[in-house]
T-cell receptor, first 112, second 114 residues
């Protein structure tokens, strides 16, 4: 079964708006990662947040992690048409090495 | 050149055929993974290998086998392909430095089983 569940499944916004995607998970984790996938291509790592961190920034990306609620959010500010892609959260658990469990993804469409 | 390569990129085959998907990496990583992606289901782990002598089943290993020929090469085989194995297959690698490791993905192989 999937560890991560993402919400919404699809999101359509206008260029310049902010996009927020949420991820919930079920078991304890040691890190949570967000990946981006352009249509039919391989996933690209965006950002990693450790279980003892609450917020992390990278350029226009802001990730939060609430381990008490077992949830994370990815905020993309001032979105661009080039941000159109699917976004996946993935969780890494203790004693699992580098193995990750991926959510189903959020499909983001940014209209110019 | 790409760090993680997959061959073939597209393949159409018939039910019952044996097929091998290959993955090579130049990142020097010990850890390699095979995933399949189906619409609406995200990525599901088929097999993973933490070094040449270590092979582990993932979430959906039935109907698949793997071979880790070298640190840089990890192959996925479908012994007798069936239509519900039609999917997009990804190979990925990660380093082994500590607990926090991002994964690096290949471009994917689109497999169609008729």
């Amino acid at each position: 079964s999937q560890q991560g569940e993402e919400d919404p499944q699809a999101l359509s916004i206008q260029e310049g708006e902010n996009a927020t995607m949420n991820c919930s998970y079920k078991t304890s984790i040691n890190n949570l990662q967000w990946y981006r996938q352009n249509s039919g291509r391989g996933l690209v790592h965006l950002i990693l947040i450790r279980s003892n961190e609450r917020e992390k920034h990278s350029g226009r990306l802001r990730v939060t992690l609430d381990t008490s609620k077992k949830s994370s959010s990815l905020l993309i500010t001032a979105s661009r048409a080039a941000d159109t892609a699917s976004y996946f959260c993935a969780t890494g658990q203790y004693n699992q090495g580098g193995k990750l469990i991926f959510g189903q993804g959020t499909e983001l469409s940014v209209k110019p | 050149d790409a760090d993680v390569t997959q061959t073939p990129r597209n393949r159409i085959t018939k039910t019952g055929k044996r097929i091998m998907l290959e993955c090579s990496q130049t990142k020097g990583h010990d850890r390699m993974y095979w995933y399949r992606q189906d619409p609406g289901l995200g990525l599901r782990l088929i097999y993973y290998s933490f070094d040449v002598k270590d092979i582990n089943k993932g979430e959906i290993s039935d109907g698949y086998s793997v071979s880790r020929q070298a640190q840089a090469k990890f192959s996925l085989s479908l012994e007798s392909a069936i239509p519900n194995q039609t999917a997009l297959y990804f190979c990925a690698t990660s380093g082994d430095s500590g607990l926090y490791n991002e994964q690096f993905f290949g471009p994917g192989t689109r497999l169609t089983v008729l």
